[in-house]
Nanobody
Framework: QVQLVESGGGLVQTGGSLRLSCAASARTFSSFTLAWFRQAPGKEREFAAAIGGSGVVSNYAGSVKGRFTISRDNAKNTVYLQMNSLKPEDTAVYYC?????????????????WGQGTQVTVSS
């Protein structure tokens, strides 16, 4: 069983930055692929970014590529999402997710463990 706890959300103006953190309880943290998803009001949960166990391989949704950076610190059992140049359309609840193995899944179904989410609001 893996427990995930997100933090770092908040209110920011357009063009601003935030860094989200997700602390995991997994004993073999480096064996898990980690990802960030987001869900805006009235919309389905969507993929934002994923990173492999070693931190070398990552993938991004087109809507965030070049603005968001996913990283991980395996010594701290933590994954991060640095969000720059934020836009109002980035407003959503952001969820951390984990799956065993090295495949960088892009779908909600690919992930077995989820955090409770953290709200990010970008004002115009």
């Amino acid at each position: 069983q893996v427990q995930l706890v997100e933090s770092g959300g908040g209110l920011v103006q357009t063009g601003g930055s935030l860094r989200l953190s997700c602390a995991a309880s997994a004993r073999t943290f480096s064996s898990f692929t980690l990802a960030w998803f987001r869900q805006a009001p009235g919309k389905e949960r969507e993929f934002a970014a994923a990173i492999g166990g070693s931190g070398v391989v990552s993938n991004y949704a087109g809507s965030v590529k070049g603005r968001f950076t996913i990283s991980r610190d395996n010594a701290k059992n933590t994954v991060y999402l640095q969000m720059n140049s934020l836009k109002p359309e980035d407003t959503a609840v952001y969820y951390c997710a984990a799956r065993a193995g090295s495949e960088l899944g892009l779908s909600v179904r690919a992930y077995d463990y989820w955090g409770q989410g953290t709200q990010v609001t970008v004002s115009s």
